[in-house]
């Protein structure tokens, strides 16, 4: 591919009404009316450097985050050339369902004034219905890849010839597995069709596949995946690992959040966890990847609108959403990539607005911790979880869901006490289990302190062997299993750890067995 770069005008915006700053990019007037129907004042940098060359019908390769303003980047070009010859003009293809609809949402509203049609396509939906649909000459098709390819195997679309193609969150397609659909679908695509590839990352499988279907393409990329929006205040909580979920419970009663989003590593623990709220008496609701596409939907209209304020998801399953008013992300994990936490809070502090963004973190997760903050060069301040009140834990007992188990235990033992008695030694109980969670700031500074002590000697170790004229080597993988355990025998002859790290590692130790038991 041969590489060309381009780069944003230095026009000053300031001078420019909010058409012009957009009809600078060459859009007509139709398109322009949307724009400022849509709420947009000033184009993003993806909009501004990507729309000029896909007007000129470039194929075009993009790196942007998702919540830079992409999805009007490849939808204003195409929305003004689009002919309406009562055919398919542009397919956009994306990983998920709910992104399709939001692409469609912002299609449709874009293309307002040009009385453009456009038509989902996603599995878990009625063949028929989207045939239906499809009959009635949508210019703009948005689909799933599994379901557009079942109905071009099955010869379902007539006349299908886009002019344009997008490929829309591609590196979350390779995750998802989509890629070898992607490579079949382009069977069924003009050669001479425009092809615009839009990618958060660019793994290299990415990269083979853009050498495969893009001809000559312009590369945009966006510098936004190493930094964080200053709308969005960073906290972080040093805790156990068997506290997370009272400690979440705990911060989502103090900062009272309007809507928030939980974000977990696995399927599993999004049910986990958002069982664990729900029977806490909270509006919760759960979003991955093993639920069922009438479920997906079910949880995103139920977020939407009144019957549930808290969103349990995984990354994959909430890439792309949409959501306003979301005040607070809740990392209950740290996220495995810079990638993924830019993503994560993203979700937050949109248009304007400010946001939280809460990380709960292990003494033994920092070293992470501090990588994502040096990489995004974003300011994390330490905070401690605040003890419960007497009105919180009041709200808490009220709301929380009587168990069959808690009934049986109270059938047990209620003719050995009297009510008054037994309800001061359960609201002891509760005290002495709620009175603090976490380490204090000073427990917690203690353990960076450590930290950076032991990345001292480390570094200083290593130096002293290579000025011996010893072979020095680096494992691809720096946190392989042998070097963790190299690092773990020098931090236990070398150094003595403090009592919340020995204390961590054995709750950590416990949690993991626990884990792997089933």
């Known amino acids: 591919m041969n590489k060309k770069e381009i780069k944003a005008q230095d026009n000053p915006q300031d001078k420019l009404s909010v058409l012009d700053s957009f009809r600078a990019l060459g859009l007509k007037d139709k398109v322009l009316k949307g724009i400022k129907e849509a709420g947009f004042t000033t184009p993003s940098p993806i909009q501004e450097k990507a729309i000029p060359p896909i007007l000129e019908r470039r194929d075009v390769i993009a790196q942007a985050q998702t919540g830079t303003g992409k999805t009007a980047a490849f939808a204003l070009p195409i929305l003004h050339?689009?002919?309406?010859?009562?055919?398919?003009?542009?397919?956009?293809?994306?990983?998920t369902r709910e992104l399709a609809m939001q692409i469609s949402d912002e299609v449709f509203k874009l293309g307002k004034f040009l009385k453009t049609k456009t038509v989902c396509v996603y599995g878990g939906q009625s063949v028929k219905k989207q045939l239906e649909l499809i009959e009635k000459k949508p210019q703009v098709l948005i689909a799933t890849p599994g379901r557009l390819?079942?109905?071009?195997?099955?010869?379902?679309?007539?006349?299908?010839a886009p002019n344009v193609v997008v490929l829309d969150e591609s590196d979350e397609m390779l995750d998802m597995g989509f890629i070898d659909d992607?490579?079949?679908?382009?069977?069924?695509?003009?050669?001479?069709?425009?092809?615009?590839?839009?990618?958060?990352?660019?793994p290299a499988r990415i990269k083979q596949l853009a050498d495969k279907i893009l001809y000559d393409p312009v590369h945009i990329k966006i510098q936004s995946s190493s930094t964080t929006n200053a709308d969005i205040a960073q906290r972080y909580y040093i805790i156990n690992?068997?506290?997370?979920?009272?400690?979440l419970t705990?911060?989502?009663?103090?900062?009272?959040?309007?809507?928030?989003?939980?974000f977990i590593r696995t399927k599993k623990e999004a049910d986990e966890v958002n069982n664990y709220l729900q029977n806490k008496g909270y509006k919760s609701t759960a979003l991955h990847g093993d639920m069922d596409q009438r479920m997906r939907r079910d949880s995103v209209q139920a977020f939407k609108g009144k019957e549930a304020d808290i969103l349990v998801a995984t990354d994959v399953a909430a890439r792309g959403?949409?959501?306003?008013?979301?005040?607070?992300?809740?990392?209950?994990?740290?996220?495995?990539?810079?990638?993924s936490y830019v993503h994560?809070?993203?979700?937050?502090?949109?248009?304007?607005?400010k946001g939280v963004a809460i990380t709960l973190a292990t003494p033994l997760e920092y070293k992470d911790l501090k990588k994502i903050q040096n990489e995004t060069n974003a300011k994390f301040e330490l905070y401690e979880v605040p003890s419960v009140s007497s009105d919180v834990m009041i709200n808490t007992l009220l709301n929380t869901k009587v168990s069959d188990e808690a009934i049986n235990l109270y059938e047990?033992?209620?003719?050995?006490?009297?009510?008054?008695?037994?309800?001061?030694?359960?609201?002891?109980?509760?005290?002495?289990?709620?009175?603090?969670?976490?380490?204090?700031?000073?427990?917690?500074?203690?353990?960076?302190?450590?930290?950076?002590l032991e990345s001292k000697k480390e570094a200083k170790t290593k130096g002293s062997k290579g000025a011996k004229g010893k072979t020095l080597t680096r494992d691809k993988n720096p946190k392989s299993s042998t070097n963790r355990r190299t690092n773990k025998e020098n931090l236990s002859k070398n150094t003595r750890p403090s009592n919340a790290q020995e204390r961590a590692k054995k709750q950590k130790m416990q949690s993991q067995q626990k884990y792997y038991k089933g």
């Not at 309406?84 to 956009?92: F, G, K, P, R």
């Not at 195997?153 to 007539?158: G, I």
């Not at 690992?241 to 400690?247: G, Q, Y």
């Not at 047990?412 to 001061?424: C, Y």
């Open 344 to 353: 994560r809070i993203g979700r937050t502090g949109r248009a304007g607005s």
């Open 250 to 262: 705990r911060l989502i009663d103090t900062e009272s959040p309007s809507k928030s989003i939980i």
């Open 241 to 247: 690992e068997n506290e997370r979920n009272e400690a």
């Open 149 to 160: 390819l079942d109905h071009l195997k099955n010869e379902r679309l007539k006349n299908f």
């Open 81 to 95: 050339s689009l002919k309406n010859d009562s055919s398919i003009e542009a397919l956009v293809i994306t990983p």
């Open 412 to 452: 047990s033992i209620k003719d050995k006490t009297d009510s008054a008695q037994l309800i001061l030694r359960l609201l002891s109980v509760y005290l002495q289990e709620h009175v603090k969670i976490g380490l204090t700031k000073q427990e917690a500074l203690e353990v960076q302190k450590q930290e950076i």
């Open 321 to 339: 959403l949409d959501i306003r008013n979301v005040s607070h992300v809740f990392n209950y994990h740290i996220p495995l990539n810079i990638e």
């Open 182 to 202: 992607i490579e079949e679908i382009f069977q069924y695509i003009p050669n001479n069709a425009q092809t615009l590839l839009f990618s958060a990352t660019m």
